[in-house]
Structures are given as structure tokens and as C-alpha cells.
């Protein structure tokens, strides 16, 4: 079975600054890795995704991961934050060889300060 | 392109009531799936539909259930309500030529 450890449920950065927000997965096959973000009373948006291939993806709004299946990681970084990117982020992962039946880490709240 | 609709936006019932939750894919998207988000256990894969058929399931007892109809619209049903079934409901309908999924609102049910 697969899981998501996300590391720090909450983290502040302030406005400019490296955002760096911390995913391991745990699965027994090759991992379809996801990053989603959650703004207030809304759904989940996709910003970026990790099925085969290269390594490092880029996704919506700056934001980029890159997997590390040595280290079992998919941490998503934005070089410079901004106060919009205050939201609720979701690693998630899939071990069923697409994009459903995902698990989700617990999730990270990133506040950004002026 | 509309997005994926999903009702009622937030709903309030009893214990040992019943409740029918609605979703609607973006169009042409066949595959749903339904998640349970709560503070407590997160967000929880409930199940997933394709061409009318569930094609995988998450761990929940079998007051939850739901179907696709053959627009690809789907429900979800919870019968004999708990507190603990207070939580937002996320439907998710997938482009499986892309294998991206695309998330609605959710539906907020609150039991009393």
C-alpha cells in the first residue's frame, strides 16, 4: 500500500522568499506523484504531476517539484513567494498506474508574510 | 470549458438520516471519483466510477455507496448518518487521455 508523509503542517515564509514544502512517499510500485493546492471553501486545484519520465516538472503559478526515488521525495519549491500563494498544499500519490485512487499526505498550510 | 459542479454546495441533516450528493464531470470525462476530506482523517479515497461501473474502492463501511449514470453524472449516498460523516465530500472527474484529475467544490455536510 502507498502513503504520503508530508513534513511540517504548517510553514511560514515570508513574501519573496524560497518556499520549499516537504513530501516522502512510501510504494511498492512506480509512484504517479501529484501536488495539489486548496485555497478556503474550495476544491483542490492540480499544480503539477510526476508519471515517468523527467524527473523535474514544472507546474502552474512557479511552482516545481522534482522526484527523487533515492530518496523517495517530491518536494515542491517556488523560488519566490507571494501572498497569494497562501493556501493549503496536498502531496498526493498513486500506485494504480493513473491518476485515480489517490492518497494524500495530511497537507502543509504555507503562510506568506509581508 | 465548465468545470465540475457539484450539489448541493453544503447541506445540514440528523443522525440516521440519509443523504444523496450530486456530481456532475466536466465534459467528457467518464471516470469519477469521490474523496472525504475531515480535519481529523484528511482526505480519503472513496470510490471511483467508469461507464457506470465502480472500478476501485477506498476503505469505508457500506453505508457509502454511490453510482454513474450513462451521461456520466454520478451520486453518492450515505445512509444511517453518523457525526462522524460531517466532512467535505470532493468529486474529481479525470481525462483519461491526459490522466489528469480535476476537482469540484465539494459538497459540506454537516450532521446534527
Known amino acids: 500500500a502507498q502513503s504520503v508523509t508530508q513534513l511540517g503542517s504548517h510553514v511560514s515564509v515570508s513574501e519573496g522568499a524560497l518556499v520549499l514544502l516537504r513530501c516522502n512517499y512510501s510504494s511498492s510500485v512506480p509512484p504517479y506523484l501529484f501536488w495539489y493546492v486548496q485555497y478556503p471553501n474550495q476544491g483542490l486545484q492540480l499544480l503539477l504531476k510526476?508519471?515517468?519520465?523527467?524527473?523535474l516538472v514544472k507546474g502552474i503559478n512557479g511552482f516545481e517539484a522534482e522526484f527523487k526515488k533515492s530518496e523517495t521525495s517530491f518536494h515542491l519549491t517556488k523560488p519566490s513567494a507571494h501572498m497569494s500563494d497562501a493556501a493549503e498544499y496536498f502531496c498526493a500519490v498513486s500506485d494504480t498506474g493513473t491518476a485515480s485512487k489517490l492518497t494524500f499526505g495530511t497537507g502543509t498550510r504555507l503562510q506568506v508574510t509581508l | 470549458k465548465a468545470g465540475v459542479t457539484q450539489t448541493p454546495r453544503y447541506l445540514i441533516k440528523t443522525r440516521g438520516q440519509q443523504v444523496t450528493l450530486s456530481c456532475s464531470p466536466i465534459s467528457g470525462h467518464r471516470s469519477v471519483s469521490w474523496y472525504q476530506q475531515t480535519p481529523g482523517q484528511g482526505l480519503q479515497f472513496l470510490f471511483e466510477?467508469?461507464?457506470?461501473?465502480?472500478?476501485n474502492k477506498g476503505n469505508f463501511p457500506g453505508r457509502f455507496s454511490g453510482r454513474q449514470f450513462s451521461n456520466s453524472r454520478s451520486e453518492m449516498n450515505v445512509s444511517t448518518l453518523e457525526l462522524g460523516d460531517s466532512a467535505l465530500y470532493l468529486c474529481?472527474?479525470?481525462?483519461?487521455?491526459?490522466?489528469?484529475?480535476?476537482f469540484g467544490p465539494g459538497t459540506r455536510l454537516t450532521v446534527l
Open positions: 466510477y467508469f461507464s457506470e461501473t465502480q472500478r
Open positions: 474529481a472527474s479525470r481525462n483519461r487521455v491526459t490522466d489528469t484529475q480535476y
Open positions: 510526476y508519471t515517468t519520465g523527467a524527473t
